[in-house]
């Protein structure tokens, strides 16, 4: 299984882009949006998943661990594949997405892109129970151990763990981004 790649963005052509790493180029499905982020030449880690069908091998890459938790959850959800999981993570903010199964918000998750009432109750009826007992939670998804993912964010950069937990003690946030972007600049 190959978790988490880090390399250079050496081809982004919207949907995907082509990582080098060692010198190999390794073509990862990335979410709209996250795709204008990611420009030639940028170091970046995408977590992964890697789907295994019998005539190819696809990578889907995120930037933030808990898009890839999310599209695990609904690869899970009969009647949604890959490619409604990609447009479902392009158009959400992952905690409100957690928040909203959690509440049972049919009318909130049938908005979502590729999935209508049908699927959107399959959602909430496949995932309502997990994602209480994943994170721990019968109300609101908050910001599960953010300071622990940027804290491995950092040290995936290359900082001491102390480092990297002192700087992200110094800083403010409400998203892992904000929290590793705040560190850097207090490790600078």
């Known amino acids: 299984m190959i978790s988490m790649l880090r390399g250079e963005v050496v081809q982004n052509t919207g949907s995907d882009v ?5 010198g190999v180029g390794y ?14 030449g940028d170091e970046v880690t995408l977590y992964t998943t890697l789907i295994v069908r019998d005539d190819s091998l696809d990578l ?5 661990q808990r ?3 999310i599209f695990s ?7 949604v594949g890959p490619k409604t999981a990609m447009n ?3 158009g959400i903010e992952p905690n409100r997405f957690l928040d909203e199964v959690v509440s049972e918000n049919i009318s909130y998750l049938s908005t979502l ?6 699927s959107a109750q399959r959602i909430v009826l496949e995932l309502k129970e997990k994602i209480a007992k994943l994170y721990k939670t019968s109300g609101r998804v908050g910001p599960v151990n953010s300071n622990e993912d940027a804290v491995a964010a950092l040290v995936a950069l290359g900082y001491s763990e102390n480092q990297a937990r002192k700087a992200v003690g110094c800083v403010q946030a ?12 207090e490790l600078m």
């Open 18 to 22: 082509t990582l080098m790493i060692a």
């Open 27 to 40: 073509l990862v499905h990335v979410p709209a949006g996250i795709d204008q982020r990611l420009a030639c």
């Open 60 to 64: 889907y890459g995120f930037t933030d």
């Open 67 to 69: 898009q890839k938790e």
């Open 73 to 79: 959850l609904l690869l899970n959800v009969s009647g």
């Open 88 to 90: 479902v993570i392009a």
């Open 113 to 118: 892109p590729g999935i209508g009432k049908k």
């Open 174 to 185: 409400d998203s892992v981004e904000d929290l590793v972007r705040g560190a850097l600049k």
